[in-house]
């Protein structure tokens, strides 16, 4: 089934509409940052993980061989003409090779477009969330700057509202997405499009597929747990579904682990700051391996998860130095664990399809 890939608008699209409409855009590299102070600025995020299947060659004169996939390809897109729709760059502080990536752009080749880096903290205590705010605050000044716009709390309030409004019919498809007339390309195919839709378009758009939602859960194979940065490329779903296997809950960072609840403040920085705050456990916020086995634990409990394929970019070092005490934990629970490295491209999925294929089989038939 198909209706999800043609019902939901193309970037492009979008970025067209937005611009005609007067609107700016920005190219916001993964992976938590503020959508609600961008729209406030009429500016129309639009995240770019890698993207995939871009040709990395640019970028390896000026990255390391062991850089993971995701930054060359950024590098190599960001520099390339197709960037050209883009108004301005946004970098989070996600990780070294991210971070390295912000002072190649601010300080050795400067694209077309300005380079707005933002830091993140690595907790979840009051300072952190006083130290986002103060981030927000300070992006805020360089949006000003940029835009000759100076939006009232109330309008940012507002663009707030809408996103915590979307991120709530987010979590409302996560939690029934079994009953849910989609295969799982399609169904992650619909999540993902909260990358580059504004809010209001994504909650009518998910609406009209929960109004769809069936009685009777439509999973059929072993129920499995992906956990990872990003499931490109995406016909991964399609391999999993031949496969014999199921994704019943999720641990990615482009999807499950931004499930941001609401901000509990009237600051509309500090808000924002405590939403992301909020989000499940993530390597690249300096979540505590403990957080994370717990909260993956607690995932296997609630999906009836059978099986946990950790899909790993290469050379993503966040992740993978989580891997070996997490599937020590997740064994505890018996739960078999596999880890697949990919670097964003067929090319590279294609020679673990058997060992993904062997994994789950070996489950099913014992």
Same mark, same amino acid.
């Given at each position: 089934?198909?209706?999800?890939?043609?019902?939901?608008?193309?970037?492009?699209?979008?970025?067209?509409?937005?611009?005609?409409?007067?609107?700016?855009?920005?190219?916001?590299?993964?992976?938590?940052?503020?959508?609600?102070?961008?729209?406030?600025?009429?500016?129309?995020?639009?995240?770019?993980?890698?993207?995939?299947?871009?040709?990395?060659?640019?970028?390896?004169?000026?990255?390391?061989?062991?850089?993971?996939?995701?930054?060359?390809?950024?590098?190599?897109?960001?520099?390339?003409?197709?960037?050209?729709?883009?108004?301005?760059?946004?970098?989070?502080?996600?990780?070294?090779?991210?971070?390295?990536?912000?002072?190649?752009?601010?300080?050795?080749?400067?694209?077309?477009?300005?380079?707005?880096?933002?830091?993140?903290? &690595?907790?979840?205590?009051?300072?952190? !969330?006083?130290? /986002? +705010?103060?981030?927000?605050?300070? %992006? @805020?000044?360089?949006? $000003?700057?940029?835009?000759?716009?100076?939006?009232?709390?109330?309008?940012?309030?507002?663009?707030?509202?809408?996103?915590?409004?979307?991120?709530?019919?987010?979590?409302?498809?996560?939690?029934?997405?079994?009953?849910?007339?989609?295969?799982?390309?399609?169904?992650?195919?619909?999540?993902?499009?909260?990358?580059?839709?504004?809010?209001?378009?994504?909650?009518?758009?998910?609406?009209?597929?929960?109004?769809?939602?069936?009685?009777?859960?439509?999973?059929?194979?072993?129920?499995?747990?992906?956990?990872?940065?990003?499931?490109?490329?995406?016909?991964?779903?399609?391999?999993?579904? &031949?496969?014999?296997?199921?994704?019943? !809950?999720?641990? /990615? +960072?482009?999807?499950?682990?931004? %499930? @941001?609840?609401?901000? $509990?403040?009237?600051?509309?920085?500090?808000?924002?700051?405590?939403?992301?705050?909020?989000?499940?456990?993530?390597?690249?916020?300096?979540?505590?391996?403990?957080?994370?086995?717990?909260?993956?634990?607690?995932?296997?409990?609630?999906?009836?998860?059978?099986?946990?394929?950790?899909?790993?970019?290469?050379?993503?070092?966040?992740?993978?130095?989580?891997?070996?005490?997490?599937?020590?934990?997740?064994?505890?629970?018996?739960?078999?664990?596999?880890?697949?490295?990919?670097?964003?491209?067929?090319?590279?999925?294609?020679?673990?399809?058997?060992?993904?294929?062997?994994?789950?089989?070996?489950?099913?038939?014992?």
């Amino acid at each position: 089934m198909h209706e999800a890939l043609t019902s939901i608008p193309c970037r492009r699209e979008i970025i067209r509409a937005h611009k005609e409409s007067g609107g700016r855009v920005a190219a916001v590299l993964p992976i938590h940052y503020p959508r609600a102070l961008f729209r406030a600025f009429q500016i129309l995020p639009v995240e770019l993980w890698g993207p995939p299947e871009i040709d990395p060659q640019y970028s390896k004169a000026h990255l390391q061989p062991y850089v993971c996939p995701l930054v060359h390809n950024a590098l190599s897109y960001i520099t390339g003409p197709e960037s050209e729709v883009f108004d301005l760059v946004a970098v989070p502080h996600t990780c070294d090779s991210l971070q390295g990536l912000c002072s190649i752009l601010t300080d050795l080749i400067l694209p077309r477009q300005p380079v707005f880096p933002i830091y993140l903290p &690595r907790g979840r205590r009051e300072s952190d !969330a006083q130290f /986002l +705010a103060n981030e927000f605050h300070a %992006l @805020y000044r360089k949006l $000003e700057a940029l835009t000759s716009l100076s939006p009232s709390e109330d309008e940012v309030m507002a663009c707030i509202l809408r996103e915590e409004d979307a991120d709530e019919v987010l979590a409302e498809l996560n939690r029934k997405r079994k009953f849910l007339p989609l295969c799982q390309r399609d169904f992650y195919h619909l999540l993902r499009s909260r990358e580059y839709l504004p809010a209001e378009r994504f909650c009518e758009l998910a609406k009209s597929f929960l109004a769809k939602a069936e009685n009777e859960s439509r999973d059929k194979g072993l129920p499995i747990i992906l956990s990872g940065i990003v499931p490109e490329p995406m016909s991964l779903f399609e391999f999993i579904e &031949r496969a014999g296997g199921v994704v019943v !809950a999720d641990d /990615l +960072a482009c999807c499950g682990r931004r %499930l @941001y609840g609401p901000g $509990e403040d009237n600051d509309v920085f500090r808000r924002m700051a405590k939403s992301i705050l909020s989000a499940p456990p993530d390597s690249t916020r300096g979540s505590s391996i403990q957080e994370r086995a717990d909260h993956m634990v607690r995932m296997v409990k609630m999906s009836g998860a059978k099986a946990v394929l950790f899909y790993c970019m290469k050379f993503c070092e966040p992740e993978l130095f989580g891997h070996p005490p997490l599937r020590d934990e997740l064994n505890k629970i018996n739960i078999p664990t596999l880890v697949i490295e990919s670097e964003l491209s067929e090319a590279s999925l294609n020679p673990s399809v058997g060992s993904l294929e062997l994994f789950l089989e070996t489950i099913l038939c014992g």
